[in-house]
């Protein structure tokens, strides 16, 4: 399910919201991949979380720990600083 919701707001280009690590995240979903170690990862713009040291950037997700994710109604613009291609990545599944 996660998936095929993370493949639902990357092709609209809709922010999401999800627990990850205990903590609320609201993320703009750039990325779906498999890494070169068969990890299934998200890739996205972080623009809130509930901790302060954690500022707006690009992050990384292990699919299998993200939990109650809803697709928000506000939409996003790729990024100019998107890397497409990252050395570790064998697969890319979806991506803006």
Known sequence: MVINTLK?????????TFQYEGLPRVVEPHMIAITDTGKWI????????FESRNRPDWKFYSIPNIKDIIVMNKSFESKLDFEKNQFYIDKIIMQV
């Open 8 to 16: 639902t707001a990357i092709k609209s280009k809709k922010t999401v």
């Open 42 to 49: 998200l890739k996205a713009f972080q623009t809130w979380t």
